[in-house]
C-alpha cells in the first residue's frame, strides 16, 4: 500500500524533505484532514459507483449481441468501452486499497476490475504504478509511463540522441498517435502477461498473488474469448475483444494521459530527483484537469491528479473538497498547482507529441529552493 507522503528513503530525498519548508505545513495538512474525516472509506458510495459502470459494461454487451446492424455494435462497443473505463478507474481506487477498510476486500476488488473485467494483470498494476509510477513521476528512465522510445520520442533528447532517419520519422510521430494509442490498448495487455510469466517462472519473485493474478485472468479469457468463440465463432470473438482492448488504448489516455503529458508537467533528469522533496517532486510534475459531472463519475478522481498523487490512501469522492485545501497550501508555499479544462489538456498531451519535451536539468528554475 503506498503511503499518502511516502518517501523512496534515500538520505538525500530525506534532506530534500528536511530543507523543504512546506514539509510542516504538508503534515498539519495531514492531521487536519484526518480530524475532518477524509480518510474515512465511503465504501457504499464507490461499490454503488463500480455497480453503474458494471451496469453499463453489461448494456453495452447486449447492444452487440443482439444487434444486427454494424451501426448498433460500433454503439454497443462504445457503450462497452465506457463501461470498461469506469471500472478501470474506480478499481484504479482499490488498487490503492483506498476502498475499503479491509485489505482483502480492496484485493478482491482490484482482482475483478482489472484481471477479470479489463484481462490486465494486477501485480503488474501494483509494480508499474505503485513501485515504479508514484515514487518518481516524469522521471526520465526511471517511470515507464514516460518511456516510449525508440517508437515515439517523449523529450528532446530521444531527439538528440536519434540518427537522422529516426530523427526525421520523430518529427512525423504525431501523425501516427491515432493507431498508436489503438496498439497500445493491446500491448498493456501483452505487457502483463509477460510480466505475470516471468514472475511466476522465478521461484524468488512468484508470491500467491501471482497465482490468483494468473487465475483471475484465465477466468478472463474463459468468459472473453473461450465462451463466446463457441456461440458466435472465433472470427467474431476476437474481433469484439481485440476493438474493445484498442478502444480502451484511447479511452485511457483520455484519463491518463493528462496527468503527466502536457508540457507544463515537467519531464527531470534523475539526477535531480534526489534534489527535490517529495512535495516539489509530485507538484511539479502532476497537473490537474477538470470534467463535467459524468466525466467526474468516469475519472474516479483521476482529474485531481495533484491530490492523488500527494493522498493516494485518500479514496477519490474526497478529492473535490480536499482540492480547495490543498491549492491553498501550495500557494502558500510557491508549489505548481495547474488545473486545465479536459479539453485544453488533451489538445496539451496530443502536442507532446508533436514537440518533444524539454528535460529540466535545473528544477529550482520552476520551483524555488530553500
Not at 503488474?124 to 508514484?134: A, E, G, I, T
Not at 533528447?157 to 512525423?172: C, Q, T, W
Not at 498523487?309 to 478529492?319: Q, V, W
Request: aromatic share 12%; charged share 20%.
Amino acid at each position: 500500500e503506498l503511503k499518502d507522503g511516502q518517501d523512496d528513503g534515500t538520505a538525500k530525498r530525506g534532506e530534500a524533505r528536511r530543507r523543504d519548508p512546506g514539509f510542516e505545513d504538508f503534515t498539519r495538512l495531514k492531521t487536519m484532514l484526518k480530524q475532518q474525516g477524509f480518510y474515512r472509506r465511503p465504501t457504499a458510495r464507490i461499490l454503488a459507483e463500480l455497480a453503474l459502470h458494471v451496469t453499463i459494461l453489461a448494456g453495452g454487451l447486449a447492444i452487440v449481441i443482439a444487434s444486427s446492424h454494424l451501426a448498433l455494435s460500433v454503439l454497443g462497443l462504445f457503450v462497452v468501452t465506457l463501461g470498461c473505463l469506469g471500472i478501470a478507474t474506480n478499481t484504479h481506487t482499490s488498487a490503492h486499497f483506498a476502498t475499503s477498510d479491509k485489505p482483502w476486500v480492496n484485493k478482491a476488488l482490484t482482482y475483478f476490475g482489472y484481471p477479470l473485467v479489463l484481462g490486465f494483470s494486477a501485480t503488474y498494476w501494483w509494480h508499474k504504478h505503485h513501485v515504479v509510477h508514484h515514487p518518481a513521476p516524469n522521471v526520465i528512465g526511471v517511470d515507464a509511463d514516460v518511456e516510449l522510445s525508440p517508437y515515439f520520442a517523449y523529450t528532446e533528447r530521444d531527439l538528440d540522441a536519434a540518427r537522422p532517419l529516426h530523427r526525421f520519422y520523430f518529427g512525423l510521430q504525431w501523425i501516427l498517435l491515432p493507431l498508436a494509442l489503438g496498439l497500445n490498448g493491446v500491448n498493456m495487455l501483452r505487457r502483463g502477461w509477460t510480466f505475470l510469466a516471468q514472475a511466476l517462472a522465478d521461484p524468488e519473485r512468484r508470491t500467491p498473488d501471482h497465482w490468483i493474478d494468473l487465475g483471475v485472468t484465465i477466468l478472463h479469457l474463459t468468459l472473453y474469448l473461450v465462451i463466446p468463440s463457441l456461440v458466435f465463432g472465433p472470427g467474431p470473438a476476437f474481433a469484439f475483444y481485440f476493438a474493445r482492448a484498442a478502444l480502451m488504448g484511447y479511452a485511457l489516455f483520455a484519463v491518463l494521459a493528462p496527468g503527466h503529458y502536457p508540457e507544463e508537467a515537467v519531464a527531470l533528469d534523475p539526477r535531480d530527483r534526489s534534489r527535490l522533496s517529495f512535495l516539489q517532486l509530485q507538484t511539479i510534475t502532476t497537473i490537474n484537469f477538470r470534467t463535467g459531472p459524468y466525466g467526474r463519475l468516469l475519472c474516479s478522481g483521476l482529474e485531481f491528479h495533484i491530490e492523488h498523487h500527494l493522498f493516494p490512501r485518500i479514496s477519490h469522492p474526497h478529492y473535490p473538497k480536499l482540492a480547495a485545501q490543498l491549492r491553498a497550501m501550495c500557494e502558500r508555499n510557491g508549489y505548481p498547482y495547474r488545473s486545465f479544462g479536459w479539453g485544453e489538456v488533451l489538445w496539451k498531451s496530443a502536442r507532446t507529441f508533436a514537440n518533444p519535451k524539454k528535460i529540466w536539468s535545473d528544477p529550482g528554475s520552476v520551483l524555488p529552493f530553500p
